[in-house]
């Protein structure tokens, strides 16, 4: 199992509140949502494109540090400045956004599926995103995503999650953006996901 792309749960930051000596002018607005990130040579944030796909160079006054030359998927606070080409980087918040394992990985292992809570399941940007409620109290979780392309013209996610036998605790959020290229998707096929709540399956379906 050494190729599949995990997360453990307690590693995962509650999201970030924005602390008042932060110094924005009043007329600033916050965007706050799911982008993705260019760094540059030195490993700074050079660009920023939001899912509407719109490109702005990044001023990024903490100089939050990535590896070298690389394609970040995060979840950002920032402002655009009064032209709009320039995106003034407040907080970034990290996220699972490895590509999805492929469920034959998992042949021989078993798929876990401790419940969650579901906030919300979209697409934008060339991604499936989640904002997912998991309680945890002191023990690591795990947490992924396999696809499964066995039928045409569909790709299937199922969310892995094993809470090793954690104790209910405080309701943390874990934050999932799945890049679906690759998948060779066409316009009007379909994506699912699917994971297990308190009781209960959740499924929903979108169309490419």
Partial sequence: MKRIAHIVLSLLSAIVIVSCNKELEETDSIITGFVTL???S????NVLQDDFGNRFMVNDK?????PA????????????NADSTIATLIETI?????????ISECENREI????????????SGGYMNAVLGISVHSTPHILFVLSDTTTSHQVKFTLFHDKNSDKEGYTRNAYISIPLDGYNLQKGDSIFFN???DGADYNCAFAF
Avoid: F
């Fill in 38 to 40: 260019w760094t540059g």
């Fill in 42 to 45: 030195d490993g700074t944030v």
């Fill in 62 to 66: 903490d100089s939050h540090q990535a």
């Fill in 69 to 80: 030359d690389t394609m970040i998927r995060v979840i950002s606070l920032y402002t655009i």
């Fill in 94 to 102: 990290d996220i699972l956004s490895n590509r999805a394992t492929d």
């Fill in 112 to 123: 876990k599926q401790d419940p969650v809570n579901v906030q919300s399941v979209w697409l």
């Fill in 195 to 197: 994971c297990k709540e």
